[in-house]
């Protein structure tokens, strides 16, 4: 499978090779899987020109073919099919499916293609198979990560990408190899050059650069004609690899020329990210230390020989001053040591800017790079590009798996170096944690840690994390395959007071992948998601373990019915810990109430149960008081929008009286009154109602809400006393303006609650 790069130019010769290839040279400007140095299996140049194609990966040896060998140039580009190009998409997206198209795969085609006959910059970039190839493995890492696979993170795509790329390449001149292949490794040229380039952008946030820019940071400052040479080879065979001219023609408003960008966006992120990780962007004291460090490093033995012969015939004290030289070393470690504080502290910074705070979190935006933003478009573009990829490709570089492959490229990055950053790094992230994080910051912090890979460091992090709180996070297969990586870096006694995954479209099968993540929590918030009664099966097992720690279990507005109620009360005889049981809006019926009643009795920790806005009858609902009340710890009971009438609101109510025997009373939560007086939990019913009005059904919230102001507007008539009017008149104020506040969005789309 050839890999091909970007074509030189503003037009493309799409080529058919037709009849014998006997006077054609197509000259491929490639990156390929295969490396061509120069041409293959060249016995005889002449023999070899007669009768074959010379083909090779670098327009700048095209040049050195001697011409009188050379009747027709052809450039091959990339694809030239658009039927071929969505072929390559749709095997690589259903390998994970064995062949078989799943419903994910298929939408994921469709979004991506949409997006690539939108003329958007990925569908310049995915001209060439190699960018097609990157953006396949990010949806796989996005979409179809599981348990049995290999760990694999975004920043060892993109250094695979780089080592398939430039992997053994070096810049010569004239054919000629150099020596030092270390220093003049190809790949180390690109950070030095484009990752420069790409520093400075995300410095000042730019993502797109005039011709002049390019000079400056490509060109560099006035060289030697060996680098001026090397400077020529990499802009004719490399540079349109990584930049290509913005496609809507922007121009650049004090030159008018044209203006540039990276073919993918991280690709800038990734290569500044590389820059720093290096140590490129040196300062001058660090610049000038090290290389008085290195020379007298060198010399150091030599002059010690020297001063102790010396010493024998001039006085010591002499020579002392000579001993300063060996501070120098020392002075460089120091300075070194702070630049690789500066590095940590820059990735902490760029992790926790304030005005990404609302953002969605950084692998929804690497999504909607690939996937484009389907719906309406923004007509002008309201905030500055945010580069929060940046310092989580900083992290993911200095795992060993990646540096590994980076050494092989001519990058390296040392272990020492490594351990400085870490410990750096580690200050400023347990500092930063123990603030509270919006959920896709949180996500984000989550996200550096796993492609990090350092367990010790990760485990230290969240012991400073009492609550992780991912509301409205849209969790994907890899996002809950991080979160449980991460989790479980941490010892077996660790458990976080919330685990917040409320709004984050959570089906059965990513419960199977969030599994280990459980274990860490005494609150498991799984409210507004897609659990059916399938979901009820794994919580069973999951209380059921004689280790869980779980308290708190909010599985609020998930469609589980009687079924999966069914399948959870059966953990209630073997476990000891849950305290509250939230079932509100789950679909249950008298059948689960009646369950609910059996069961209470074999679990006597349980001290809060909530099954409002279900479909439970009169009768249930006494039944189900009836067996909180012989219960030795329930204290509440929510009931509201439930199926129950007058009578039976006043029946709950004084079945949920004091015993005479312990004088304990159970709260039963039904409505916002209580025969004639106001309920003294009015405040909390409402309160969950008008949370959640606009993600509910609400033509029954309205109709509820109606029989509540009835019931308040007779309550008030039955009292004489101004303060106790006043007290009505005060609630019903609060109902009136949750039933204008449905009126006003009842053209509008469904939101999402909270409680």
């Not at 140039?73 to 690589?92: E, K, L, M, W």
């Not at 990157?134 to 920043?155: E, Q």
């Not at 992120?269 to 290195?294: D, H, I, Q, R, W």
């Amino acid at each position: 499978m050839w890999r091909f790069g970007r074509p030189s130019g503003t037009e493309v010769l799409r080529w058919r090779c037709q009849g014998s290839p006997r006077d054609v040279c197509c000259k491929l400007h490639t990156r390929s899987l295969q490396k061509s140095r120069f041409c293959y299996n060249i016995r005889s140049f002449e023999t070899f020109m007669t009768n074959s194609i010379l083909v090779t990966t670098r327009l700048s040896a095209v040049d050195r073919v001697p011409k009188k060998y050379i009747n027709r140039y052809v450039q091959i580009c990339g694809f030239n099919d658009p039927h071929r190009q969505r072929a390559y998409f749709t095997s690589r997206l259903l390998q994970q499916n064995e062949g078989k198209p799943g419903k994910v795969a298929e939408t994921l085609i469709e979004m991506l293609y949409l997006n690539l006959q939108r003329e958007s910059q990925l569908a310049t970039a995915c001209f060439l198979p190699s960018y097609c190839w990157l953006t396949c493995a990010t949806l796989h890492l996005l979409h179809f990560t599981d348990t049995k696979s290999p760990i694999r993170t975004l920043t060892g795509i993109y250094t695979s990408f780089m080592r398939l790329n430039f992997g053994g390449e070096v810049i010569t001149v004239d054919g000629n190899v150099s020596s030092q292949e270390q220093q003049n490794s190809l790949m180390l040229y690109v950070v030095r050059t484009v990752g420069k380039l790409a520093f400075d952008g995300i410095t000042n946030k730019r993502t797109s650069f005039s011709a002049e820019e390019l000079e400056q940071w490509v060109g560099g400052k006035t060289k030697t004609d060996e680098e001026l040479q090397q400077l020529a080879v990499f802009r004719t065979d490399v540079l349109d690899f990584f930049l290509v001219p913005r496609n809507d023609h922007v121009t650049d408003p004090e030159s008018g020329g044209r203006r540039y960008v990276f073919a993918v966006p991280a690709m800038q992120e990734y290569l500044a990210a590389l820059y720093v990780v290096l140590g490129e962007n040196k300062s001058v004291l660090e610049k000038l230390t090290k290389e008085v460090s290195e020379a007298l490093g060198q010399a150091s033995e030599d002059i010690t020989s020297l001063l102790s012969i010396l010493s024998k015939v001039i006085p010591f004290r002499i020579f002392a001053v000579f001993n300063l030289l060996k501070l120098f070393p020392k002075l460089f470690e120091r300075v070194s040591s702070h630049s690789k504080g500066r590095i940590a502290s820059t990735m902490a910074a760029e992790m926790f800017r304030s005005e990404d705070s609302f953002n969605e979190d950084v692998l929804d935006q690497v999504e909607q790079s690939l996937l484009g933003v389907h719906g309406p478009q923004p007509q002008e573009e309201t905030y500055t590009r945010a580069f929060e990829l940046y310092p989580i490709f900083m992290g993911g570089l200095l795992h060993y798996g990646n540096r590994r492959l980076l050494d092989q490229l001519g990058c390296s990055i040392k272990s020492h170096t490594v351990s400085q950053i870490t410990r750096a790094l580690r200050k400023h992230l347990i500092k930063e944690s123990q603030k509270k994080q919006p959920p896709e910051e949180l996500m984000d912090l989550l996200v550096l840690l796993y492609e990090f890979q350092n367990p010790r460091l990760t485990a230290e992090v969240l012991q400073s994390i009492k609550t992780i709180n991912l509301s409205t996070v849209r969790m994907t297969p890899h996002k809950c395959f991080v979160l449980s990586t991460v989790l479980s870096c941490t010892s077996s006694s660790f458990h976080l007071n919330e685990l917040n995954l409320s709004s984050c479209h959570i089906t059965p099968e990513l419960m199977q992948m969030l599994w280990p993540a459980f274990h860490h929590t005494s609150n498991l918030n799984l409210q507004f998601n897609s659990l059916g009664p399938e979901s009820c099966i794994l919580l069973r097992d999951l209380l059921f373990e004689p280790n869980c720690t779980i308290k708190s279990l909010q599985l609020c507005d998930n469609y589980l019915t009687d079924t999966g109620i069914s399948h959870l009360l059966e953990a209630l005889s073997g476990n000891h810990s849950l305290q509250r049981l939230c079932l509100m809006h789950t679909g249950l019926g008298d059948q689960s109430a009646q369950m609910l009643a059996e069961r209470l009795g074999q679990h006597d920790m349980l001290q809060e149960l909530n099954v409002a806005y279900n479909n439970i009858g009169d009768s249930a609902a006494l039944t189900m008081v009836d067996a909180c009340r012989e219960h030795p710890s329930i204290h509440t009971v929510h009931l509201y929008l439930n199926q129950l009438t007058d009578v039976g609101k006043q029946s709950l109510y004084v079945r949920g009286g004091p015993r005479v025997k312990q004088g304990r009373r159970v709260k039963v939560l039904a409505s916002v009154t209580e025969g004639s007086d106001i309920s003294e939990d009015w405040h909390p019913i409402l309160s969950v109602i008008g949370k959640n009005s606009l993600s509910w059904d609400r033509d029954r919230v309205r109709e509820q809400l109606l029989v509540f102001l009835k019931d308040l507007e007779w309550g008030r008539k039955q009292h004489q006393s101004f303060w106790k009017k006043m007290h009505f008149r005060r609630v019903e104020s609060v109902v009136r303006q949750m039933l204008s506040l449905l009126e006003k969005s009842s053209n509008t789309g469904t939101g999402t609650g909270t409680k």
